[in-house]
């Protein structure tokens, strides 16, 4: 994708894209009470248009950092934006000493995360009102 710049942000600025995406029928307080303190997220740029984001956290398990809220507009989907973050978010947890990353991928986003190297490691779930997921992991060396 031309043009395209990948940084840190507040995890604030990546509310509305993660709520229009993800959880359309959330508030906005329900989309920002999910979100960890520590969280470190990252948006993709197009010129100034914020077109994908997500962030990262430890989640209370020595190493473990769980990935969250990824999302892309419709019209950036498949033309690396969403790929950069995940990238740069898998990236960031590995700087700063952790030995897996793992999320809860929507079943629909399966090979996005196996392009990444992330693997299932779970039998497919529901999660009521958003739909099925797998629980997937990448083991850092």
Excluded: K
């Excluded at 700087?95 to 991928?105: D, F, L």
């Amino acid at each position: 994708m031309a043009d395209l710049l990948v940084r840190e942000v507040p995890v604030a600025q990546t509310r509305p894209l993660r709520r229009a995406i993800l959880r359309p029928h959330d508030s906005e307080e329900t989309v920002a009470s999910q979100e960890p303190e520590d969280a470190f997220a990252l948006g993709a740029f197009q010129g100034e248009d914020l077109i994908a984001v997500g962030f990262i956290a430890a989640d209370g398990t020595p190493g473990s950092w769980r990935i969250r809220g990824m999302a892309t507009v419709a019209r950036a989907r498949g033309e690396g934006a969403g790929g950069a973050v995940l990238a740069g978010l898998i990236t960031h947890a590995r700087a700063v000493g952790a030995t897996r990353v793992w999320c809860n991928a929507r079943t629909p986003a399966r090979s996005f995360y196996e392009r990444a190297g992330l693997h299932i490691v779970s039998e497919q779930f529901e999660i009521p009102g958003i739909g099925p997921h797998f629980v997937m992991e990448l083991r850092l060396g």
